[in-house]
């Protein structure tokens, strides 16, 4: 009965697979074949035969040779078949002439296997940046000040913290605010904000720094109604003393301690290293793109977008979405002399189809995506559709 059970739900998903492979469309111009190169991703080898390279892991999980489609290699051919008019992708190893693999077989002593993005693009906010909520934020202790009441400190040096109930031994990453985000984006003027709670005792500090003084906007200047902090890492250090005030010998740094500074657990908060593209099933109401990394005119392929959603919507890595910028308004001129449209003189043109935005790092109401594709940049407050609207 067990094993009927096993095989029916089985059955199941492999009817389920081939029924959403039936509705990949299919590059008319697409190769027979296709030999996978050091540099590949998963995307661009799936864009070479597919309309839309985000529907990729239908068109691999409805077929059992390609069992994970993440121990790609190069050197390995891949080439498109139908098989009973659906489409599927088979592999073939480089080294090897074998057509078939056992869905058993695991290759797990391979670094180079092809990614589904470059990693390389999306490392640096993975591994450095952190989007905490109003609550996380709330209360975290922070860099009081530098020993010799040095403005910056690097490692080997000293530095003092305060807020911070530790031990001594203990290890502990110093990042920096470099944004808040409420649900219009991350206004400019947020990008350094003070610990309110001791405002008096550090504002001394910034005041021998011109330029850093002229950096430091009133507390009152932070969203109203602020749903993300977004810190970026700077160092690390380790307890050296306990107490009110935490003294700390830093460690490892990627830029020099500052204060005003705050301290966050040094704990990995975790990613995900594999990613299937997928849509969702209900996209959240006005999801759009927050801030663009780097410039406020637009991004292109491969570089970085902040979302207005997150965990709290239901958002995961691997969801595509089309991105749109509004329609600008023009006046009608000519129905307005002919006085066919007189009351609507007004008139905004529809949404422009920017490009694709994939998410590749969650948080409680805020992500992270990579722009996958596109003819134009991603800018800032794109709204955020079904990966298949394009027009």
Do not use: C
């Not at 002439?97 to 092809?114: G, Y």
């Not at 595509?320 to 006046?331: I, L, R």
């Amino acid at each position: 009965m067990i094993r009927r059970l096993i095989y029916l739900t089985f059955a199941a998903l492999m009817l389920a697979g081939i029924a959403v492979a039936q509705d990949v469309a299919v590059r008319s111009d697409h190769p027979d074949e296709y030999v996978v190169v050091k540099g590949d991703t998963l995307w661009d080898i799936s864009g070479r035969f597919l309309d839309k390279p985000w529907q990729w892991p239908a068109i691999w999980h409805a077929n059992p040779q390609i069992e994970n489609p993440h121990l790609i290699y190069p050197g390995d051919v891949i080439s498109l078949v139908y098989i009973d008019g659906v489409p599927q992708l088979r592999l073939r190893r480089g080294d090897a002439d074998t057509v078939k693999l056992s869905p058993s077989i695991r290759v797990s002593d391979r670094s180079d296997a092809i990614p589904t993005v470059p990693f390389e693009s999306i490392a640096p906010f993975i591994r450095n940046l952190r989007v905490l909520s109003p609550e996380e934020f709330e209360g975290l202790p922070y860099i009081l000040g530098n020993e010799e009441a040095r403005l910056t400190a690097t490692n080997t040096d000293q530095t003092f913290g305060r807020g911070l109930d530790a031990q001594v031994g203990e290890e502990f990453v110093v990042a920096r605010l470099i944004g808040i985000y409420d649900s219009f984006g991350k206004p400019p003027e947020t990008r350094r904000v003070m610990p309110k709670t001791d405002w008096v005792q550090v504002q001394d500090i910034w005041d021998r720094s011109e330029s850093l003084y002229t950096t430091v906007k009133p507390w009152d200047k932070r969203p109203k109604n602020p749903i993300g902090y977004e810190l970026i890492e700077v160092s690390r250090v380790r307890v050296a003393k306990a107490g009110e005030i935490t003294s700390f010998d830093i460690i490892r740094d990627r830029t020099e301690v500052k204060a005003g500074d705050y301290i966050l657990p040094a704990t990995d908060p975790g990613y995900e290293s594999t990613f299937y593209p997928s849509a969702m099933d209900d996209i959240p109401p006005d999801l759009k793109v927050l801030a663009t990394s780097g410039t406020k005119s637009g991004v292109g392929l491969y570089q970085i977008v902040s979302i207005s959603g997150g965990t709290n919507q239901g958002l995961k890595p691997g969801h595509v979405f089309s991105a749109f910028s509004k329609g600008v308004e023009v006046e009608d001129r000519t129905g307005y002399r002919r006085g066919s449209f007189a009351k609507d003189a007004e008139v905004r043109l529809p949404d422009v189809y920017d490009g694709l935005v994939m998410v590749f790092r969650t948080f409680g109401d805020v992500s992270y995506g990579l722009v996958m594709s596109g003819t134009k940049v991603v800018q800032e407050f794109d709204s955020l559709r079904h990966p298949d609207e394009r027009l």
